[in-house]
């Protein structure tokens, strides 16, 4: 086991290019690390296929870099999902990818109206990227926002349809699977067709064991936290940007959790990008090697979902006369 899972993480990560809650509640800890996902039997021959997988165009790449004094991107990394490798210490602790001084950005329950543009426009001051754990509803509220997150070149991720935790034990499996498969669909309808990367964050980092199987068999990657920067709770742009420097003074490096739903966040990112370039800090892009097959049911009910109820289909002019002007 030990052997096979060595050969996993050498074929999960290739090294590319070197040139460059509000419902969230804190993360329910467990006393163990949960297994990875990786070691996840392969999928059974009864499970529900994937659509078909159709080509997409490939995704915009980041605009050129003018400041000279940028962040930027130390490297970029491709992820084979195959399996559902786990990533994130809090929970994850089989694939330590990270060098020291290495980070991550991740931002999760987008897109947002406001906050989400913020931290793009950090994002893009310090040429630098993240990558965006959207959830479903939200997406289907602003496809625009989420549209520039994918056009700026960051990663697109899924964070479920609707936020709710899915160790909710008054969920059965079918409403744990559609949360996960919803969110994936919506964030592929609201991208006008473009699948997002097999990448999925629990709601408040709880992981139910069989779903974290699921999402093996999905050949999604689970992407918990090295970081929480517990922006949902801060009271200031100063909190986030102390508790992520002060994190990543004593870890070193690691996968750092925010969300972009937060205004504080979007507030704090410009300085926090800064503090990270001056403290010497690299920001490392994780790319998916291919992206997310959805099954063809969800996105069939999101379609179905977003059909807003007809209340009566006579033409506008025998409901509605002018009577007088
Ligand atoms: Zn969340």
Redo the contacts with the bound molecule.
């Keep these: 086991m030990r052997i096979a899972a060595g050969l996993f993480v050498a074929s999960t990560i290739s090294l590319l290019a070197s040139s460059a809650?509000?419902?969230?509640t804190s993360p329910a800890k467990p006393a163990m690390a949960i297994p990875a996902a990786a070691t996840a039997p392969a999928p059974a021959a009864a499970a529900p296929a994937p659509a078909a997988a159709a080509a997409q165009p490939a995704q915009p790449a980041r605009a050129a870099c003018t400041n000279p004094n940028a962040l930027g991107v130390g490297r970029t990394v491709e992820i084979d999902t195959t399996g559902g490798p786990g990533f994130g210490f809090e929970h994850f602790k089989e694939l330590d990818f990270l060098k020291e001084k290495e980070v991550v950005l991740t931002f999760?329950?987008g897109p947002w109206l406001g906050n989400t543009p913020g931290v793009l426009k950090a994002l893009a001051e310090e040429c630098t990227t993240g990558i965006f754990?959207i959830?479903g509803k939200h997406a289907t509220y602003y496809p625009e926002i989420l549209k520039q997150v994918y056009a700026a070149g960051h990663t697109v991720g899924t964070?479920t349809w609707s936020?709710i935790a899915l160790v909710n034990k008054k969920l059965s499996e079918d409403q744990r699977k559609e949360e996960i498969e919803k969110g994936i669909s919506a964030t592929k309808w609201a991208l006008g067709g473009i699948a997002p990367a097999p990448f999925f964050?629990f709601?408040?980092l709880q992981h139910p064991a069989e779903m974290v199987t699921y999402l093996g068999e999905r050949n999604i990657a689970i992407f918990s936290c090295d970081l929480d920067s517990f922006d949902f709770k801060a009271r200031s742009a100063k909190q986030i940007i102390d508790n992520v420097m002060r994190k990543l003074e004593k870890n070193g490096k690691g996968i750092v959790l925010m969300?972009d739903?937060h205004k504080h966040t979007a507030e704090a990112l410009p300085e926090l990008l800064k503090r990270l370039k001056a403290g010497g800090y690299k920001v490392v892009a994780m790319r998916a090697k291919a992206p997310v097959q959805t099954m063809a049911q969800y996105d069939e009910a999101i379609i179905k979902d977003l059909k807003l109820p007809t209340a009566s289909s006579r033409p506008l002019s025998s409901v509605v006369k002018t009577v007088s002007e």
């Design positions: 809650a509000w419902s969230q999760d329950d754990f959830i964070h936020h964050r709601p408040a969300h739903f």
